[in-house]
């Protein structure tokens, strides 16, 4: 679904990534990890397409298109989601308008018909229920006064309402306690299907108890310096990132 | 993205899409501002004497007078005397019914979208349209007379009810009140009248159209209204004009009566012709607008989606005279390319717990500058007088300006005046979020600038609620980038 080549990016003439490898297929869940600093949120932004990131060399190819190809808005067609770190606030604009604004555009460049409102309230509804996201907090302006929790589940309804092909998930779980992380955790694990796959974009192994990982990667000064099963990322909590920094120091 | 957005560049202006001329005759006043000019359009109209010796006081007093120059805005100096201040279409006949109007006239109508027909009765709102200096035809007349509602234009007002006009033109706005009033006191060719009796709801939406069409005119309208005790009216504005690379003068006057109990909502959506991009062209619109709470617990509230226009002067004002009378002031002004806006308004508390509320949402972008100028005033008997004002900035870009002008007197220490401003840039974060969600960087602006603008806009009546939305993101396409 996703395959990442020799991917080198960075911004304003400084290198962060340096020739990332990844293949992505259908129904896993991929975790990065790694130290701060090291790409990890450039590699989501990349493959968002956010403009302030130059690629200087390699491929994406995802759904056997050239993603570097497209707009960050064809990507999003074609079923890319990234769940933000930081989601931003557009005052004035309710949740339920922006969701359904996005959920119409995604669905006219796939060339379907724009669902009206009885078919869009009862697929709000059904994923509503699936996420535990209360009505009221689409009601209000997006994002606007929301708590860290509020923001990420948010985050979280929206990739039920959009259906992804690949949802990234930057540092979801940053600023959350354990009972947000776990509501938010339990949201994406129902939306996990054979036909889909997760990137979880993460420093800490906590969020990784709650959503399973099939494969865990290591991320260290903009490569991929170590791959593995969920039993990495429990070695990383135990001995830290310094192992990784050592072992990487005449690299 | 930056491909993308030339080619939105490119549609920007010239999709002011109501930038045509009607090819009609015209019956015209020759160039120039005198007294005999005064006297042709006062003949023209076949004005009574105290209306002429009205308008000639003015003229008089014009005369003495200069323009001001405190607002924050840049323009050349107008020549008075190479202004048209007379231009009516043609009518072979005067016309008895919509049906003998002009066809040419007729589709200039039916071309801005307004239904001068009074077979469609399912739009429900009665229009009166003006356009270059003359009533064009006022709609659904008769129903609305049944309730002893006038509605009508100006010119027939002074004609038919004399004794209602001369009571009140001039009442709220006199004429030495400023230069621009003074000048369309002297030269005003028509307008709307309106007058609602004691205690009647008027059932439909009232509104005029206004439209410039001849070359080298200034269009003087007067509007004015008046609520009897406890009535309410519900009135609508718009206006457009060609697209010519000469600025035209608008100077008009609204004048607003709201009796004891009664209440006007006032809608302006303004749309006149803003100039090219490089600022070639465009409509000085230079207006005086206010309302008097005569009674009390009356209440006056203006809401104006300002889109068009090179330059806006306008501050439509409430005196709260009345006790317990309330003024609001719900505003949206737009400026892109060259576009220049000083806008505001007055509330001034006279009455004892009077209340007013003022929320001013500016749009810059391009080059434009934008400025908020209020006034909030408490006289020294208005008691327990309460303001709530709210002004907030958004730019788009960093070539624009937004400035905010408060002017707060207070001189009873029972009152109560709050004021707040923001300012805020549309930031890349927010259109790359829009983007993420499949939604493209054009309908992510307009998404912004909606939610922006969301508590103006949603004074507006349903009417024009829709269209003043689609003229929002219309005046800003191709602005951020």
């Known amino acids: 679904m ?18 990332i490898n990844l293949e992505i297929k259908p129904g896993e869940v991929h975790a990065i990890m790694g130290p701060n600093g090291s790409g990890k949120s450039t590699l989501a932004s990349v493959l968002a397409g956010r403009e302030d990131y130059e690629v200087t060399d390699g491929t994406v190819e995802f759904a056997g298109k050239d993603l570097l190809e497209l707009s960050p808005e064809e990507r999003a067609g074609e079923g890319l989601f990234l769940a933000f770190q930081y989601p931003v606030e557009i005052p004035g604009l309710s949740t339920t308008n922006f969701i359904k604004t996005a959920v119409n555009e995604v ?28 009505q009221t907090l689409l009601s209000r302006s997006l994002n606007e006064g929301f708590s860290g929790g509020e923001k990420k589940r948010n985050e979280v309804f ?18 959350l306690d354990i009972d947000a992380i776990r509501i938010v955790a339990n949201g994406v694990n129902k939306l996990r299907s054979k036909d889909n796959a997760v990137l979880l974009v993460t420093h800490y192994q906590r969020l990784l108890d709650y959503i399973v990982p099939d494969f865990v990667h290591v991320l260290y000064n903009g490569r991929i310096v170590k ?14 990132y310094d192992f990784i920094k050592s072992e990487n120091v005449e690299a | 993205m930056q491909n993308e957005l030339s080619a939105i560049e490119k549609t920007v202006l010239t999709d002011y899409k109501y930038g045509f001329v009607t090819e009609i005759e015209a019956d015209e006043a020759p160039p120039g501002l005198n007294e005999d ?6 003949a023209k109209k076949n004005e009574p004497e105290w209306m002429l010796e009205w308008r000639l006081k003015a003229y008089n007093h014009w005369l003495k007078m200069s323009e001001p120059t405190w607002a924050n805005i840049k323009y050349e100096k107008i020549n008075y005397q190479d202004i048209i201040y007379y231009s009516a279409p043609k009518q072979k006949k005067k016309v008895n019914s919509l049906d003998e109007i002009d066809p040419e006239l007729r589709k200039t109508f039916e071309k801005l979208g307004i239904s001068l027909d009074e077979q469609k009765r399912l739009s429900g709102v009665a229009i009166d349209a003006v356009i270059d200096s003359v009533s064009i035809g006022t709609t659904f007349k008769e129903q609305l007379g049944e309730l002893g509602i006038i509605f009508c234009s100006i010119s027939e007002a002074i004609q038919e009810h004399p004794e209602l006009v001369k009571k009140y033109i001039g009442s709220v706005v006199p004429i030495t009140d400023n230069y621009f009033s003074a000048l369309n006191s002297a030269v005003f060719s028509d307008g709307s009248f309106c007058y609602i009796p004691k205690g009647v709801r008027c059932p439909m939406e009232l509104s005029t159209y206004f439209r410039i069409n001849a070359e080298g005119t200034g269009q003087f309208e007067r509007t004015l209204l008046i609520a009897d005790e406890g009535s309410y009216v519900s009135y609508l504005e718009g206006c457009t004009a060609p697209i010519r690379d000469e600025n035209q003068l608008h100077a008009a006057v609204v004048e607003l009566i709201a009796m004891e109990n009664a209440e006007i909502k006032y809608s302006t959506v303004q749309n006149w012709y803003p100039g090219d991009k490089d600022g070639v062209g465009g409509i000085y619109n230079f207006v005086t607008k206010r309302g008097i709470c005569q009674g009390a617990h009356a209440k006056i509230s203006w809401t104006q989606v300002e889109t068009g226009s090179s330059i806006t002067w306008k501050y439509p004002s409430v005196i709260l005279k009345g006790d317990y009378s309330v003024g609001e002031f719900y505003s949206v002004a737009v400026t892109n390319n060259h576009q220049q806006a000083d806008t505001g308004t ?16 500016g749009i810059s972008a391009g080059v434009s500058n934008n400025s908020y100028r209020g006034l909030v005033h408490v006289g020294k008997n208005a008691a327990n007088a309460r303001n709530f004002s709210q002004c907030d900035s958004l730019l788009l870009g960093d070539k624009c300006g937004a400035h905010t002008f408060p002017y707060i007197e207070v001189k009873n220490n029972t009152a109560v005046v709050e004021h707040e401003a923001t300012t805020s840039k549309i930031g890349e974060d927010q259109i790359f979020y829009c983007n993420q969600r499949g939604i493209d960087t054009e309908t992510a602006v307009a998404l912004i600038i909606n939610g922006f603008a969301k508590e103006v806009m949603n004074q507006l009546p349903m009417e024009f609620a829709v269209e003043a939305q689609k003229l929002l993101a219309i005046s800003l396409e191709g602005s951020v980038g």
Do not use: C, W
């Open chain 1, 2 to 19: 996703l395959s990442i080549k020799n991917l080198h990016a960075g911004i304003d003439e400084k290198k962060i990534l340096k020739g």
């Open chain 1, 107 to 134: 669905r006219k460049y796939r060339g379907e018909e724009a669902l009206d409102a009885v078919a869009f309230l009862k697929l709000m509804k059904e994923k509503m229920a699936q996420t535990n996201i209360d």
């Open chain 1, 158 to 175: 929206q990739m039920a309402m959009l259906q992804p092909k690949l949802a990234i998930l930057d540092e979801t779980d940053s600023g």
């Open chain 1, 227 to 240: 791959s593995g099963t969920k039993e990495l990322a429990l070695e990383l909590e135990e001995r830290g």
């Open chain 2, 37 to 42: 000019t005064i006297r042709f359009i006062s």
């Open chain 2, 346 to 361: 007055k509330m001034m508390h006279l009455g004892k717990n009077t209340r007013s509320r003022i929320v001013s949402k």
